[in-house]
């Protein structure tokens, strides 16, 4: 079982920075593409950003140019740099891991996702 452990997030004015951070752990054989997702009230779940196992990337067309996405493999972590951030940013923001777990043969395919943390932009 994958598990994922996010870190990050708070409060933040506008035009200010958060990093995140997400760690996957458990029985892992391979991870193909790991990624944020953001979920505002009242709003369905969004794609923020993703990056696969050869570090090409993928922004929301309203995020792009001011969020950045990053990726360790070796240590199975994902970043996520927010800068100039937008009240319309708030959300609850999930980390994402697909790919194939281990402990068993052939491998499994997964879709794990982290609890989510709170970002806030506000003045």
């Known amino acids: 079982q994958v598990q994922l452990v996010e870190s990050g997030g708070g409060l933040v004015q506008p035009g200010g920075s958060l990093s995140l951070s997400c760690v996957a752990t458990?029985?892992?054989?391979?991870?193909?593409?790991m990624g944020w997702y953001r979920q505002a009230p009242g709003k369905q779940r969004e794609l923020v950003a993703t990056?696969?196992?050869?570090?090409?990337?993928d922004y929301a067309d309203s995020v792009r140019g001011r969020f950045t996405i990053s990726r360790d493999n070796a240590q199975n972590t994902v970043y996520l740099q927010m800068d100039s951030l937008k009240p319309e940013d708030t959300a609850i923001y999930y980390c994402?891991?697909?790919?194939?777990?281990?402990?068993?043969?052939?491998?499994?395919?997964?879709?794990?996702w982290g609890q989510g943390t709170q970002v806030t932009v506000s003045s």
């Open positions: 994402n891991s697909r790919g194939y777990s281990g402990g068993t043969w052939p491998p499994e395919v997964y879709d794990a």
């Open positions: 458990g029985s892992i054989y391979s991870i193909v593409a």
């Open positions: 990056v696969n196992s050869g570090h090409a990337t």
